[in-house]
């Protein structure tokens, strides 16, 4: 990859962008991961006003830290950076507490989380007339599906999602991204009990990006190999709903 190549591309299409769009700036939830630290840091280069806004919920002190010393090189860096602390835990805490809400369905309860910062983020955006920016890469957001349906999912535009994982890493050391942010294993940050993407998935991102482009013959492949696949395939089969477009019910002409 022609790494410095790519980071000017994706930093041209983001102006590009936002002055086709009318938009006075950016916004993006920050949460102290590799990909939010790329999508952010690509955004801040543009010279576009650019609100990262940080909104834990019971988060790791670890990563609360890690995206705080994020934003503030950010904002060291590039003058076009500001930041907003939005802590969602007791809005999040009312709402599992009432009556109707089951708190052993734990998946739902991690989405929840993700699509009350969604409603934050889109609230600031408003309110500043700004893009939300989507940080998901290319094996989440068209290999296996791995984010909350109008909840990470809900953004406006997504200058990684053409990246793989490890791709995103090479361009992070190219932007001299912090190291503990490089080394930290990977989470969405939604679950309490800390879980990573690794734990989650049942495979590494090295393996689901091998999985995306296998073309060979299945029963070749050693036990590993035929279990990364089998994940890869199951979660991609399962999350299309999340990966195609909305399927719309067209009306034939004939009965308007």
Not at 28 to 49: E, F, K, M, Q, R
Not at 164 to 177: D, G, P
Not at 234 to 242: A, C, D, R, S
């Amino acid at each position: 990859m022609k790494t410095r190549l790519v980071i000017n591309h994706i930093t041209n299409w983001l102006a590009n962008y936002i002055q086709e769009s009318n938009a006075d700036g950016f916004i993006i939830g920050i949460s102290g991961g590799i990909d939010s630290a790329v999508s952010s840091t690509l955004a801040a280069i543009t010279s576009v006003p650019l609100i990262c806004l940080e909104m834990p919920i019971h988060q790791n002190i670890k990563q609360i830290k890690r995206g705080k010393n994020h934003i503030a090189w950010l904002k060291k860096e590039f003058p076009n950076v500001r930041s907003i602390v939005i802590d969602l835990t007791s809005v999040y805490n009312e709402f599992i507490s009432k009556n109707h809400v089951d708190k052993n369905n734990h998946l739902a309860l991690a989405n929840t989380r993700a699509r009350l910062r969604m409603t934050t983020l889109y609230y600031f955006a408003q309110s500043n007339n700004s893009l939300v920016l989507g940080t998901g890469n290319k094996v989440e957001d068209f290999g296996i599906g791995f984010f909350t349906k109008y909840g990470d999912g809900g953004v406006d535009i997504s200058p990684i999602a053409d990246l793989l994982k490890t791709e995103v890493y090479t361009i992070a050391k190219e932007l001299n991204i912090a190291q503990d942010i490089i080394d930290a294993p990977p989470t969405d940050g939604l679950w309490e009990n800390d879980k990573t993407d690794e734990d989650q998935i049942g495979a590494t991102y090295p393996e689901l990006e091998w999985a995306m482009s296998f073309e060979g013959d299945f029963n070749q492949l050693e036990q590993r190999e035929k279990e990364i696949l089998n994940i890869y395939r199951k979660l991609n089969k399962v999350n299309q709903h999340k990966i195609k477009e909305i399927p719309v019910c067209f009306i034939p002409l004939n009965l308007k």
